[in-house]
């Protein structure tokens, strides 16, 4: 499931950016990145499999769905997953903060998430425990 959903994230991705592109022009300022896109993506999706769905109402499918979904990605998560080195990969979180989100390509996002895969256990969408933006 999680591999099927990263390949069609991708396109959705890839779309959106054609999409945006052919209605605000391309240039300097006229940005539409593959981390915003990944973005408005995971915000859209979030609240459909995540919140307020209790653990009974879920089927094994919307289970498998709802682990395989991107977290939205942004500065305070990156800076707070670096803060606290979680899966010993301070670094790497922070080398992701200092690109932000809203600049990554198809492969840095991938490789962020890739990263995020490896300290969720399986389940994707816990990682935002290290959100820190309701504490701000």
Same mark, same amino acid.
């Given at each position: 499931?999680?591999?099927?959903f990263?390949a069609t994230?991708r396109?959705w991705?890839? &779309?959106?950016?054609?999409?945006a592109?052919e209605?605000?022009g391309? =240039?300097?300022n006229? @940005?539409?990145t593959?981390?915003? /896109?990944?973005?408005l993506?995971?915000c859209y999706?979030k609240p459909?499999y995540?919140?307020?769905?209790s653990?009974?109402?879920?089927s ?6 709802r682990?395989a979904?991107h977290?939205?990605v942004d &500065?305070?998560l ?8 979680? =899966?010993?990969?301070? @670094?790497?979180?922070r080398r992701? /903060?200092?690109?932000?989100?809203s600049n990554f ?5 991938e490789?962020v998430?890739?990263?995020?895969k490896?300290?969720a256990k399986?389940r994707?969408?816990?990682v935002?425990?290290?959100?820190g933006?309701? &504490?701000?």
């Open positions: 499931m999680a591999r099927e990263d994230h396109i991705r890839e &779309r959106m950016i054609e999409a592109t209605i605000i391309s =240039g300097e006229r @940005r539409f593959a981390g915003v /896109a990944a973005k993506i995971n999706l459909l995540i919140t307020g769905i653990e009974s109402a879920l094994p499918e919307r289970t498998l769905a682990d979904i977290p939205p &500065r305070i990156l800076q707070t997953l670096a803060k606290e080195d979680v =899966g010993s990969l301070g @670094r790497e979180w992701f /903060a200092n690109i932000g989100w390509t198809h492969e840095q996002y490789d998430i890739r990263a995020l490896g300290v399986g994707l969408w816990a935002e425990e290290h959100w933006g309701y &504490r701000t």
